[in-house]
Each structure stands twice: as C-alpha cells, then as structure tokens.
C-alpha cells in the first residue's frame, strides 16, 4: 500500500520563543512529513530568522511571508493552498507533538473513510495530566467548547466521535477540505482569527462529513493568553470572537422545530452577554458597524452552502 502524504501548515506571529520546539517535533513524527508550510503574519520579532535558520532534516520546509497579517485563517488558507497531500495537518506553533501523533491520526481516518478530520489528546504543556482539548462541542445554546478542558486525561482515553476538532493540531483530509470549501476558502477568511475551526467542524458535519478523537495521538498545548483572564486577550481579538459567534450561527444553525425551541435560549443568552459588554467591555462592542455591514455576505454564504448539500443529496 501507498502511504498518505502529510503536510504541515503552521501560522506564526510572534513566534520566535515557540516555533523551534514545534519543528522539532514535526521532524521527529513517526510519519513522513512530505512539506512543511509557514506563513509568517508579518511577525516583529525573530521568528523568521529562527525558522530560516532551523534544520528540518531534508523535510522540505517552505516560508510564505506577507506583508501584513493576515490573520489564522487568511493564513492557513494560503498554506494549505501551497499543499497538495493526501493530509494536512493544521498546527498551532505552540503546540509540541508526541512522536506518533500524525501517524494515528493518518490511521483512523484511513479506517473510516467517513470521516475527514481527526483531532488527539491535547493536554496543556506546564500540566500535562490536565486536558486541554480532546475536540470540540457545541452547546444547546451554540456555544462551541473544548472537549473535557480541565479534566484528568484518565477521563478521556477512548477514541470515537467528535463534534469538531480544535484547529490547534488538527489533521484534515484533502477530500474533505476540497468538499467543504466555499468561494475557495476552506477557513472563511472573514473570521480572521477565532472559532474557524468551529465554522469547519459545523460545515462539514452539515455535508455529510465525521470528525474524530484518537487519545493514543498526544500533543502538548502551551494555549498562551488563552488561559489568562478575559482582559489578558487583545480587544481585536475579542472583537473577532463576538462577530465569529454571529457569523457562525447564521452560517450553519439549520432552521427546525428543535430550533425554534432554541433560539429564545440563545437570543437571551446574547442579550445577557450584550449587557455585560456594554458595561465592562464596551471597546468589544466597537466591532458593531463592521458585524452589520458584513451580515449579508454571511447569508450568501449561508445559500452556497445550502446548494451544496442539495447537490450531494441528489
């Protein structure tokens, strides 16, 4: 048998303290690596000195540098543009993987040809016995998570279904990225940066598509800013969550009688949440003009996606 082809596809910002460990645990991957792709956002500090100056041991290693940032999903498009693998393997540059992390993901999705992305078992890099992430879940409220965060890893040692996979080190299959991308974008480019990887997971499972977890697949998390408190994140970057969450919902929730049912529990949800910007976080609430003005290009996007689960049900 042929073995699949893997690249990998890493977006740096800033990243000079993390990107040489991430490397090295990709040349160390039980798997072979066919390309590994950066895009560089247009970092201030040493990242691409350091990356320029890494041996990826004959591992093809290609640096992408834009002029400006163009945020994760801008990103990783363009990185995953660069590819042409059976897989692509989207990874956070503070991410560390275990050694056979590509090659058990690679193997469940060969065995359920279903399923087209796979995520392992994240923990976080300074608790390794804690999860971080095992996928992701979506709430009644559609509120995405990260599956079992904060849990003992004993707790999540069986492989099976997921509702997504967390674009930290997520590994995706070309026939599912080629199926669910929209206007040629696999990530909507719209997003920038924050909950892409939900938009994903939401699209493809609407078109038909299997996400998994695999706890043999270890990763370690460094997660950054993210596990500090809320005003520890960049207000661009918080802005960027608020619109994502709408652009989402219209993006994918499908209108029926559950829904109905549940879309007091969200409007009330996000006029709780309104309240609360508007008194403690009212710079988020600055993202307003541009989350109107860009609603309608989120419902033709909504109907391309509609036609093309016509189309597969034909």
């Known amino acids: 048998m042929i073995m699949p082809s893997v690249s990998i596809c890493i977006v740096t910002y800033n990243s000079e303290s993390e990107i040489a460990n991430c490397l090295e645990a990709v040349c160390n991957q039980s798997h072979p690596i066919q390309a590994i792709i950066i895009v560089d956002n247009e970092s201030k500090d040493s990242t691409l000195q350091t990356i320029e100056s890494y041996d990826s041991r004959n591992v093809p290693l290609e640096i992408i540098s834009n002029k400006k940032n163009n945020g994760f999903a801008g990103g990783q498009n363009q990185a995953i543009k660069a590819t042409n693998s059976d897989y692509v393997l989207v990874l956070n540059p503070d991410v560390n993987l275990g050694t056979f992390y590509i090659e058990e993901l690679v193997n469940a999705l060969e065995l359920n040809r279903k399923a087209g992305s796979a995520t392992g078992q994240l923990v976080f890099a300074l608790d390794p016995d804690v999860i971080d992430s095992t996928g992701l879940t979506m709430g009644i409220t559609r509120q995405a998570k990260d599956r079992g965060t904060g849990d003992q890893i004993s707790k999540w040692q069986v492989a099976g279904e997921v509702f997504g996979v967390s674009g930290a080190a997520s590994l995706y299959s070309r026939r599912m990225i ?17 909950k892409e990887d939900v938009d994903v997971a939401w699209r493809a499972q609407k078109l038909g598509w299997k996400s998994l977890y695999e706890p043999n697949a270890k990763a370690l998390h460094a997660r950054g800013w993210k596990k500090g408190n809320r005003k520890s994140i960049p207000v661009f970057i918080r802005q960027h969550s608020y619109m994502n969450y709408f652009y989402t919902l219209i993006k994918n929730e499908k209108l029926s009688t559950s829904s109905f049912y549940q879309l007091p529990l969200i409007a009330g949800k996000e006029m709780l949440k309104f309240g609360y910007l508007l008194f403690r976080e009212p710079a988020v609430l600055n993202c307003l003009p541009t989350l109107l003005r860009t609603l309608p290009s989120m419902f033709k996007k909504r109907r391309i996606i509609e036609n093309l689960i016509k189309e597969k049900q034909r």
């Open 178 to 194: 080629q199926d669910v991308s929209v206007n040629g974008e696999f990530f909507d480019e719209q997003f920038f940066a924050y």
